[in-house]
Each structure stands twice: as structure tokens, then as C-alpha cells.
């Protein structure tokens, strides 16, 4: 029951507003037919004064032309007289123009009564639904309809303020692309230079990793060889037969002093060298000499 209640009343207050807006365009209608016929009344008001005007110049005319029959023409009655002429064509068309606005008017007011005629039965339709509605008067159902236009009226503000929204979100949202393209751009060119200059530095770090490599490669064969060094040279420390521990020893990591012990060791031997050779060589003189003294007493003998 309710929900049949509910329809009915939202088929009254159709019915109702139809009925409302029929009333105001019908008010609409007889209010613009009341001016077209002033606007037609006036009109037929200048028609009338331009009619009796042109047929005040044709007299006017005749008057003139009785007149250039009986008296000669001047040149200021002719002038008058082709003015006449002139506003009388252009009241001629300023007429025609009337008749055209005329026939216009009466055909839209034509139409305008047929319309009315056609609404009228649909107006008594409407006026018999509003009557069978839950409004008392037409007061009430004329400020139940304001409101509902005030709700409309409000409803369409709104909506046009959310469409005005939306078209400023789309355009931020627009902005906020192009931002977005525009960084990423950005970014792919600084990626893109930080890679160059990244493969750059690695290629820099892979020459000095070559470099390094070769020092530590030198330095190792550096290393090894001063490692053989120290063990030949403690080798010919521990031919000299000095000794490598207790008081006056020399540290077996020591190899500037064992070198100094070898060198003095070999400059030792080398003096001793140099004296047995001398020795040698004296003995040597000496033997020679011995044969030589042994003849010569054997001469001296023999004499």
C-alpha cells in the first residue's frame, strides 16, 4: 500500500509540475500575444498615419502638378517635387515591409492559439490530477515545485562545480604527465651519464688493477730475489765460519753485516793470498838464483 501510495504521489507531483509549467507557458504565451497585438496595434497606428501621409503628399503632388501647369516651373518646385517623390517610394517600401512584419506576427499568433487550444485539454488534466494530489491549493503545489527547482537549480550548480573539478583534476593530471615524462627524461640522461662515466672508471680501474698487478708482480720477483740474496749471503757468512750465536754474533737477518764480514773475510784471504804469492814468488827467485852460484863456485873450482 505504501509503495502504491509512493508512486501515486510521485505520478501527482509529475502530473502537477507538467501542470505548473503548462499554466506558465500558457501565462508565457497570452502574456507575448498581448504584446505582439500592442506591437500590432501600434504598427496599424503607423500604417494608418503613413497611409494618410502618402495620400496628403499625392494630393500635395497634384497640387504641384496643377500648379506646373498653370505657372512655370522653378527649379525649387522641382526639387520639393522629386523629395516627394522619394519619401513617398520609401513610404511605399516602409509599407510592404509593415505587411511583410504584419503577416508574420498574425501567423505566429496563429500558431501561438493552436498550441493553446491543443494544451487546454491537457491543462484540465492536469488541473483534475492536482486536485486528486495531497496539496490543498495551488499556492502549496506552486511552493512544492519552487523547491523542487531550487533543488534542481542547486543539483545542477553542483554538478556543474564537480565537472569544473574534474576538468581541473584532469588538467593537473595532465600537468603531472608531462612533470613525470619530463623527469623520467631527465633521469634516463643522467643514467646514462652516470653509466658512461661509470664504464669510464671502470676501465680506469681495470688499467690500474693491471698496473698494480705488475707491481705486485715485481714486487714478489723483488721479494724472492732478496730473499735469495739473503740466504747466499748467509750461506757465505756461514763459510766464513764466524758464528751466528752467542756474545758478538751476528743476527741471521742481518745481511749488511754478514756482507761486511764476507768482504772482509774475502779481503783477509785475499792479503793472504797476496802474501803467500809473494813468498812464492821470492822462493821461486831464490831457487833460480841457486844454479846459478853453484857454477860459478865449480868454475872458480876448476880454475
Not at 17 to 36: G, T
Not at 88 to 98: I, N, R, S, T
Amino acid at each position: 500500500m505504501t509503495e502504491v501510495e509512493g508512486s501515486s504521489g510521485g505520478m501527482d507531483g509529475a502530473a502537477c509540475h507538467a501542470s505548473l509549467s503548462l499554466a506558465l507557458d500558457i501565462q508565457r504565451f497570452r502574456r507575448e500575444n498581448e504584446e505582439r497585438d500592442q506591437i500590432l496595434e501600434q504598427r496599424h497606428q503607423t500604417l494608418k498615419s503613413l497611409r494618410q501621409h502618402k495620400d496628403e503628399l499625392k494630393k500635395k503632388m497634384q497640387e504641384v502638378h496643377a500648379g506646373c501647369d498653370n505657372f512655370l516651373k522653378t527649379d525649387q518646385l522641382v526639387e520639393e517635387a522629386e523629395k516627394e517623390r522619394r519619401d513617398g517610394l520609401q513610404l511605399d517600401a516602409e509599407l510592404e515591409k509593415l505587411k511583410l512584419v504584419h503577416a508574420e506576427v498574425m501567423e505566429k499568433k496563429q500558431e501561438q492559439e493552436r498550441q493553446i487550444q491543443q494544451h487546454a485539454v491537457i491543462k484540465a488534466l492536469m488541473e483534475q490530477a492536482c486536485r486528486m494530489s495531497r496539496f490543498k491549493n495551488r499556492q502549496e503545489l506552486a511552493d512544492h515545485i519552487h523547491n523542487l527547482l531550487h533543488i534542481r537549480d542547486d543539483f545542477q550548480e553542483r554538478e556543474k562545480k564537480a565537472y569544473e573539478q574534474v576538468e581541473q583534476l584532469r588538467e593537473s593530471l595532465l600537468t603531472l604527465e608531462d612533470n613525470d615524462r619530463l623527469q623520467r627524461l631527465q633521469k634516463n640522461l643522467l643514467l646514462s651519464r652516470l653509466q658512461t662515466q661509470l664504464d669510464e672508471t671502470r676501465a680506469e680501474a681495470k688499467h690500474w688493477e693491471s698496473k698494480w698487478n705488475d707491481f705486485q708482480e715485481t714486487a714478489t720477483k723483488k721479494t724472492i730475489t732478496l730473499g735469495q740474496i739473503k740466504m747466499a749471503t748467509l750461506s757465505l757468512y756461514e763459510m766464513t765460519g764466524d758464528r751466528l750465536e752467542g756474545d758478538g754474533a751476528v743476527d741471521k737477518n742481518d745481511t749488511v753485516k754478514q756482507l761486511d764480514t764476507v768482504m772482509m773475510f774475502m779481503q783477509d784471504h785475499e792479503d793472504i793470498l797476496k802474501q803467500y804469492q809473494t813468498a812464492q814468488q821470492k822462493h821461486d827467485g831464490q831457487e833460480k838464483d841457486k844454479p846459478k852460484s853453484q857454477k860459478e863456485e865449480a868454475k872458480r873450482a876448476h880454475e
